[in-house]
């Protein structure tokens, strides 16, 4: 009989959740456009309504300061992504529509951010990249420095953006937004921060973080794909035009006839994340595997220990075993782990995250990912540390037989 698969890898999606199912089963047999206004419509609009307030409610938001897209990728780009007529992607209510100044964002953003940074790479704007400690972590001292440095570069009266994640989806590290709001607060700067890794994890309030928008992803927490969400802050921040142009859906903000089902199944899950949230039972479930691990590969270099982490993520090394040949035994173990970003064709590729961070060659090349969640189990997380202890036994064959190699010729 097979051995049951172990799927640790709920960084790159987390299952979906019992209740998010049913509520998207029970939203599909819903018939009415959201925008109607008979008892069809209305019902079909209440199931957003839920969902809306419900989303709010997990990162201490307000239902009228969310709106709904496709997914993170989808936010990251109407907000930073240039808007060619207005030079402005987010503006303050009350502001007439300053002109969008510099991006500024950490070199180890999500691709989504970065390649949306990139976009202002024309005459009329800038994108700004911060290096990190080694730790991973991005200081005030250096985003002060930044903003400082974009002043020259952009017109007059412009506001900067400012893009930090809350929670690094490879290494798990997690940065003070807090902190950095205050800096980019004090340098008229747009705060916005990629949170799509924190629900279910860590604690969002938004009103401690002190960010003008924040976005989800709801497959990260339980939800269906293809659905997530922007959260402007006390609904003083709102995009300077839809980045769909459509019918006036979502506030005016994105165009299209709301996918309902998909955002009912988001609801469900941004709820299940804030009755069930319990960090403590991924820390134990991590230190588990990480202390196992060490006992088994002394060598074994697990980036960002020491440093404030999400519980549920462990991103590690192991000396001579490269990411390819590990993923590869792991897979055929029956364990289902990534290495880096899921975001990134299906390819095994160096991270940029690792090369930001400045880890060294072999960190680079074989750096692997394990992330669990509410229902992993110590059997799944022993099912890994078996695949270790080969793939470390194997390369500890591998250069004694190397070592006796060359014994053996230098005689």
Known sequence: MAKARAYLDWNATAPLHPAAREAVLRALDTIGNPSSIHAEGRAARAIVEEARASVAALVGGEAENVVFTSGATEAANALLGADQASRSSVFLCGD??????????????????????????????????????????????????????????????????VAIQLANNETGVLQDIPALAEIARA??????????QGPGRVEIDFNKLGADALFLSAHKFGGPKGVGAIVFVHGTTRLARAFIAGGGQE????????????????????RAAKADFDPETLIQLRERFEDHLKAITPGVRI????????????LFAIPGVTAERALIAFDLAGVAISSGSACSS?????SHVLEAMGEPD????????????????????????????????????KNSASKGAFEVSAA
Do not use: F
């Open 346 to 350: 299906g390819k095994v590729k160096a």
């Open 96 to 161: 007439d529509h300053p002109p969008r100044g510099a991006v500024i964002y950490s070199e180890t953003e999500h691709p989504c951010v970065i390649a949306a940074a990139m976009r202002s790479m024309d005459p009329a704007g800038a994108a700004l990249p911060i290096k990190p400690q080694p730790d991973g972590r991005i200081t005030p001292s250096a985003l002060a420095e930044m903003l400082e440095r974009a002043r020259p570069l952009q017109p007059n009266g412009a506001r900067p953006l």
């Open 251 to 270: 506030r005016g903000q994105r165009g299209g006839t709301e996918n309902v089902s998909g955002i009912a199944g988001m609801g469900a899950a941004a």
């Open 362 to 397: 072999w960190v680079k090349a074989g750096a692997i990912r394990l992330s669990v969640g509410p229902t992993t189990t110590q059997a799944e997380i022993d099912q890994a540390l078996a695949v270790v202890e080969q793939l470390a036994k194997r390369e500890k064959a």
């Open 303 to 314: 980036v960002g220990e020491g440093v404030a982490r999400l519980p549920n993520t462990s």
């Open 187 to 196: 340098g008229g700067a747009i705060m916005i921060v990629d949170a799509a």
